[in-house]
């Protein structure tokens, strides 16, 4: 009996389970029909703003990297003795980077017809995305305002949702900010089996349906990308809308026509953050240090992956903002890593300082960038690592890289005219320059001033006009 009570009791469970099982894939059937409708009713509206909207509109010339002083030739060797003076900075206003998440696309897991898939290789990455033949659409481009209304509207019919995600699951997996799953895209439209002309309006349509304010524009009958940004990009042509700058991708003159209707309220401007370990596939490459710090000499070999510095060529100019909160790749961070824990463990905070900055002064040759790459170049640390010679920008990116990923010591860049450099927050007083900031003091750290310690900065460095970036 108490086992046909079981029974009995184990059916209605399942029938039950059953039934709550049904009503939610209906509930949920339901609301992603809600979901799409709506959707599609924004990108029918979208459609007509651009025919509505569309424009001619006249770039600015390409900003470039602020120098109002040529930064030195030689690398600055201490002389002088150690000065205590301080001064004090009023804080500006802070300008917060910010990693974007993108749109998540959740609702739909397969292609009932997916019958087509591209196979690449992203810097070493290879994946393979599936998707249906329909969502390949050849089609001569018109230059006209009417052909970018229509793509988008016969694009947003078609099925994207999975693509869409699976080329999101890709960015994160390889933890490559904004502009990395720009040219992700770029790379998934190469290998689309359409007309060069058409690619760009694939990147366009992948772009904005991540959330990434983006648009597409015609320039001397060639389809340009532009896309908004939170940051200055160096040596790209654009324009300003409201508080937005817009940059120019592509081949152009001096002028572009566009719409001026972005998509959607939630779109964000392409950001350049590299808050996590590039992880890409290893492509090791060694390269040999020799530097001295309290008469012992060290010969390191440091490891760095190719396939990150590869992906990092291919960035544009910005702030250096962003390159004194980038992080390497895993590999990088491991060699370094392995190097670093005996040398700083049990020093004081002082002692890693002075430890780190030996090893950035006297490691790596100092050229400038006019004559290493014939125009103003920072790099990331990747890229430091494998050029081996850098200018004052560059060693300040690389001690800050290595303090925020090895130490606990918070540091701050100390702008000047035709300088940079660090100041860093220790619990006991030090000898030298310091700089009262935030209600807390900082003493000048200078990785381009060639043996010298903490609390200096190349005496060329006019104080008077010294201005604290907090990063």
Not at 163 to 188: E, H, R, T, W
Not at 296 to 304: A, G, L, P, R
Not at 449 to 468: C, H, K, Q, W
Request: a negative charge.
């Amino acid at each position: 009996m108490r086992f046909l009570l079981l029974v009995f009791g184990f059916f209605c469970f399942t029938v039950n389970a059953q039934d709550l099982q049904k009503e939610f894939e209906k509930f949920r059937s339901s609301h992603e029909q809600d979901f799409l409708k709506e959707v599609r009713r924004q990108d029918s509206i979208f459609a007509q703003q651009i025919i509505k909207n569309w424009r001619s509109i006249s770039l600015n010339p390409p900003l470039e990297k602020e120098i109002e002083q040529p930064k030195p030739k030689v690398l600055p060797e201490t002389i002088d003795t150690v000065r205590n003076l301080n001064y004090k900075i009023e804080p500006a206003p802070a300008k917060k980077l910010r990693s974007i998440s993108p749109v998540q696309y959740e609702h739909l897991d397969y292609y009932p017809d997916e019958d087509l898939s591209i196979s690449s290789d992203f810097y070493g990455q290879e994946y393979q995305i599936g998707f249906p033949t329909s969502f390949v659409v050849e089609k001569e481009v018109v230059f006209e305002r009417s052909f970018v209304s229509d793509f988008w509207v016969e694009m947003s019919k078609r099925p994207y949702q999975k693509l869409m995600n699976d080329l999101l699951l890709v960015k994160d997996q390889l933890n490559i900010p904004g502009y990395g799953f720009y040219l992700l895209s770029q790379d998934f439209a190469e290998q689309l089996n359409v007309s060069e002309d058409l690619k760009p309006f694939y990147v366009w349509f992948l772009m904005l349906k991540a959330g990434y304010d983006t648009r597409i524009g015609f320039s001397k009958n060639n389809p340009v990308i532009i896309l908004a940004s939170d940051v200055r990009i160096y040596g790209k042509n654009y324009f300003t809308e409201g508080d937005k700058h817009y940059y120019i991708f592509g081949e152009h003159d001096d002028s572009v026509n566009s719409y001026g209707e972005v998509y959607g309220k939630e779109l964000s401007g392409i950001d350049f953050l590299i808050n996590e370990p590039l992880d890409f596939p290893l492509k090791p490459v060694q390269k040999q240090y020799k530097f001295s710090h309290d008469n012992e000499e060290f010969q390191w070999s440091i490891y760095y992956n190719q396939n990150v510095f590869e992906l990092l060529e291919n960035f544009p100019q910005t702030e250096i903002s962003t390159y004194l909160n980038a992080r390497g790749s895993f590999l990088l961070e491991r060699s370094l890593g392995k190097l670093l824990k005996d040398q700083l463990q049990g020093k004081s905070e002082s002692e890693q300082v002075a430890f780190l900055m030996s090893f950035v002064q006297k490691a790596f040759d100092y050229e400038t960038d006019q004559l290493q790459f014939g125009r103003e170049k920072v790099m990331y640390p990747e890229q430091i690592i494998h050029y081996s010679k850098s200018d004052c920008d560059d060693r300040t990116v690389m001690l800050s890289y290595l303090l925020r990923t090895f130490t606990d010591v918070k540091s701050i860049a100390l702008l000047f005219p035709q300088h940079i450099a660090l100041a860093v927050k220790l619990p006991m007083p030090t000898f030298g320059e310091t700089v009262d900031y935030m209600g807390n003091r900082f003493t000048f750290c200078d990785p381009t001033f060639y043996n010298a310690p903490l609390g200096t900065v190349i005496p060329d460095a006019d104080r008077s006009r010294m201005e604290v970036l907090s990063y």
